[in-house]
């Protein structure tokens, strides 16, 4: 029938062994890290808040947002200036945020980051454009967008803070 396992196959028996399950475990956990390392800057599938509706995010309640299309002597010739407010009840402790970044929900889904510095802006600290969490009571948020003149919406503005990643939410706004 067949021999007895002898010489070599025994001497090495536990490498072996282990070489089938550590060869296998491996592959799994490169596998694992690359797949996370991937998706480690991509935020979950945000909550999306509809025209006139407000969200909770964290502590805070946020919304409802609107937006209008104004104009600017700063604007360039072939561009609109969107602008978009977005109510903030921080709560305690306060709600920090980035500056929202603005895409198209149709269309080309372009995507664009605010303008805070070639446009005509009151400073105001009460219309901030970007949540800190320095502030306590309510606020709204006060952002503004050059768009090219085809971009036409609706509009998804995207709040993001470090502290609640990777949830967000997306307010849909149309001008």
């Not at 090495?12 to 694992?32: D, E, I, K, R, S």
């Not at 360039?76 to 407010?85: G, K, N, S, Y």
């Not at 269309?107 to 600290?125: N, Q």
């Not at 320095?134 to 003149?149: A, I, K």
Request: overall charge negative; hydrophobic content about 40%.
């Amino acid at each position: 029938m067949g021999e007895p396992v002898s010489g070599w196959w025994r001497r090495n028996a536990v490498a072996l062994g282990a070489v089938v399950v550590l060869v296998p475990a491996l592959g799994v956990t490169v596998a694992w890290h690359e797949w996370s390392e991937l998706n480690s800057d991509v935020p979950a599938a945000p909550v999306v808040v509809e025209p006139g509706q407000d969200a909770h995010y964290g502590k805070a309640q946020v919304g409802p947002a609107v937006a209008d299309f104004v104009d600017d002597p700063l604007a360039p010739r072939d561009a609109r200036v969107l602008r978009v407010q977005i109510d903030i009840d921080p709560g305690a402790p306060g709600l920090a945020c980035a500056e929202p970044m603005i895409r198209e929900l149709e269309g080309a889904h372009r995507e664009w980051d605010p303008d805070t510095s070639s446009l005509t802006t009151d400073w105001d600290p009460l219309r901030p454009a970007s949540c800190s969490s320095d502030l306590t009571e309510p606020y709204t948020l006060d952002v503004r967008y050059v768009l090219p003149r085809d971009a036409v919406g609706p509009f998804g503005v995207d709040v993001i803070s470090s502290e609640l990643w990777p949830d967000n939410v997306r307010f849909v706004v149309e001008p």
